[in-house]
C-alpha cells in the first residue's frame, strides 16, 4: 500500500505565494507524482506532474509559469510553489502517485488524466480571496 499526506494550504490573499508539501510512503514512493485540484462544485482538474523516470514536469496551461512542481531527493515528498496565486485557484488541493515506473514516452496526455494515479492524498484547501 501507499500514502500520501499533504500541508501547506491556508487563505492567502491574490499575488501571495504558497508552497504545499505532499509527504509519500510505502508504495507511493515507486512512480511518479503530481497534484490536482478540485473547487468547489467544478471537476478535479489537473495542475502539475513529475515523472520519475526524468524528471520531466507537466503542467496545466492555468498554472504554467506561477507554479512549479519539485521533489526531495528520495520521491518521499513532492513539493508544489505557487506564486501569483489568483481567486481562481481556490481548491482543495490532492497529491497523487502512480505506483509504476513507466517508459519514458508515457507524457503530457497520460499523466494530466486522474485515472492514471494509484493513490491519493487526502487533499488540503487553498483560499485565495481578492
Known amino acids: 500500500q501507499g500514502q500520501l499526506v499533504e500541508s501547506g494550504g491556508r487563505l492567502v490573499q491574490a499575488g501571495a505565494s504558497l508552497r504545499l508539501s505532499c509527504a509519500a510512503s510505502g508504495r507511493a514512493t515507486r512512480g511518479s507524482l503530481g497534484w490536482f485540484r478540485q473547487a468547489l462544485g467544478e471537476e478535479r482538474e489537473f495542475v502539475a506532474a513529475?515523472?520519475?523516470?526524468?524528471?520531466?514536469?507537466y503542467y496545466s496551461a492555468s498554472v504554467r509559469g506561477r507554479f512549479a512542481i519539485s521533489r526531495d531527493d528520495a520521491w518521499n515528498s513532492v513539493f508544489l510553489q505557487m506564486n501569483d496565486l489568483k481567486p481562481e485557484d481556490t481548491a482543495v488541493y490532492y497529491c497523487?502517485?502512480?505506483?509504476?515506473?513507466?517508459?519514458?514516452?508515457?507524457?503530457?496526455?497520460?499523466?494530466?488524466?486522474?485515472?492514471?494515479?494509484?493513490?491519493w492524498g487526502q487533499g488540503t484547501q487553498v483560499t485565495v480571496s481578492s
Open positions: 497523487a502517485a502512480d505506483a509504476a515506473v513507466r517508459p519514458t514516452y508515457y507524457g503530457a496526455d497520460f499523466y494530466g488524466d486522474s485515472r492514471r494515479y494509484d493513490y
Open positions: 513529475i515523472r520519475r523516470n526524468d524528471d520531466a514536469t
